[in-house]
């Protein structure tokens, strides 16, 4: 997706979580040398700022038309996920000497995937027992969920491979089929009303029994259909096949639950509130999904502004470690992007470069004998500036780490990131200044 797009897909997401529009701080002048060398009016510095990092959780996250459908249950990722969809009725006309064979669910994987896929999958098909309806902004968020039958119709077990671009055939139970096809044969104006009393919509539910694994399913036109089998026996037997597909993909949308047993992390209720990187061992939570969000507060913005008196700051850069124990079966996200926020997480924008371009981290990683290190390297020189040339410097802004849009809504995807106090010392702001020699 080309950046400018998702800045806009994006900001269209912060709003309707009902954060509202801010403007960004002020520009500030920046002038880069050619290199950090010594010369008779100034000395190049390197210099390290202290970092405050903190989990907060949105108020809620939409979920509704992301094209995936997600279901699954990791206790390792302490995520479970439900994917909700409607049926549509087609057109199709059925031959009232159609005798019924079977009725399934077809699905086909999207290649997402989150734990562990190596080990027993198990998937229950559920009726919903009413109707799926948006919000008033249109959209379905991921705390959402509709009544469903306490019995499955069909359930499904097998070993996931989701990028194998195989078909999962669920057959559900003969008794819905046959009603389906009694239903459709005696009723040639069938309303989609009608049809709803027998399929209202479907909840793809996990197996918690079994399965440490979070599946997406494609969850558009095509990808998912009701399929009914039947043949008629004439001077030979001829089979036919009937399809119900994926109605409105805006209305298909995933419930996602947050598994955690912290007591901290349960006791967030609302996005203003915070909790510091000591009272989760020395980390912080990024989440697609559940809205976990971390947050970068940079202390001594004050002492900047001094600094700025005195010499010029012509880099800064930040670097976050990422707890790679936290992430065991799945590599973290390729980047990052950062966000803008006031004291009470309130998102107002991107943070941008010179250039108007969002600010991307990339993943790098380093390797030793024993173990992987990842980290995000973030350039924010432009915000630095900006924000400490204002006429009153904004102690309480802050920095936001973000997933990209499609991992925000339509993923479980998560970060653990290394907090400023870990003892690896990974997490960092280095700011790289020239300081004016006075005589």
């Known amino acids: ?49 202290s970092l405050n990092l903190s989990t907060f959780r949105m108020d809620s996250v939409e979920t509704s038309g992301t094209g995936t459908a997600l279901c699954g249950h990791s206790k ?28 399934c669910l077809i699905l086909n994987h999207s290649g997402y995937y989150l734990g562990d896929t190596s080990k027993l999958f198990g998937l229950n098909v559920h009726l919903l027992k009413e109707e799926i309806t948006t919000n008033s902004s249109g959209s379905i968020c991921a705390d959402d969920s509709f009544k469903y039958s306490k019995a499955p119709v069909g359930s ?4 996931p491979e989701p990028n194998s671009g195989e078909v999962l055939t669920i057959r559900l139970t003969d008794s819905l089929g046959l009603r389906l096809l009694d239903t459709l044969q005696t009723n040639s104006t069938l309303s989609s009303a009608d049809f709803e009393d027998i399929i209202r919509g479907i909840a793809l539910v996990s197996d918690t029994s079994i399965s440490d694994a979070i599946i997406g399913y ?12 039947t043949h008629k026996v004439e001077l030979e037997e001829t089979e036919y096949t009937h399809d119900f597909p994926l109605e409105n993909e805006t209305l298909q949308f995933n419930h996602i639950e947050t598994l955690t047993t912290n007591k901290a992390l349960q006791s967030l209720r ?13 980390s912080a939570i990024l989440q697609g999904g559940t809205g976990f969000f971390t947050r970068i507060d940079i202390t001594g913005l004050t002492s900047m502004k ?25 590599t973290p996200p390729s980047s990052l992007y950062l966000l803008e926020a006031d004291k009470i997480n309130q998102i107002s924008s991107y943070i941008v470069n010179s250039n108007s371009n969002t600010v991307t981290g990339s993943l790098s990683k380093s390797s030793s004998l024993y173990e992987e290190n990842y980290f995000y390297t973030f350039d924010i020189t432009y915000f630095l500036n900006a924000l400490i040339n204002e006429e009153v410097t904004t102690e309480g802004t802050g920095i936001v780490l973000a997933l ?12 653990t990131f290394k907090g400023y106090t870990d003892s690896s010392a990974e997490t960092k702001l280095n700011v790289f200044y020239y300081n004016y020699d006075k005589e």
Do not use: W
């Open 1 to 49: 997706m080309h950046k400018k797009n998702l800045t806009h897909s994006l900001l269209q997401v912060i709003l309707i979580l009902g954060i509202p529009l801010l403007y960004s701080c002020s520009e500030g002048d920046l002038s880069i040398g050619d290199g950090f060398v010594n010369s008779e009016t100034y000395t190049a510095i390197t210099d390290t700022f």
């Open 76 to 103: 390792t990722h302490e995520t479970r996920a439900t994917g909700f969809f409607q049926i549509a009725l087609t057109a199709d006309n059925i031959d009232k000497k159609e005798k019924f064979d079977s009725l």
């Open 156 to 159: 499904y077990r097998y070993f």
């Open 218 to 229: 494609s969850a558009s036109e095509g990808n998912i259909n009701l399929r009914l089998y």
């Open 270 to 282: 609302s996005h203003k509130q915070k909790i510091p990187e000591l009272k989760l061992n020395h």
């Open 306 to 330: 001094a600094l700025q008196q005195e010499g010029q700051i012509v880099k800064a850069t930040l670097q976050v470690g990422v707890k790679t124990d936290q992430n065991i079966t799945n």
């Open 404 to 415: 990209p849009e499609e991992d925000l809504q339509g993923s479980v995807n998560k970060v």
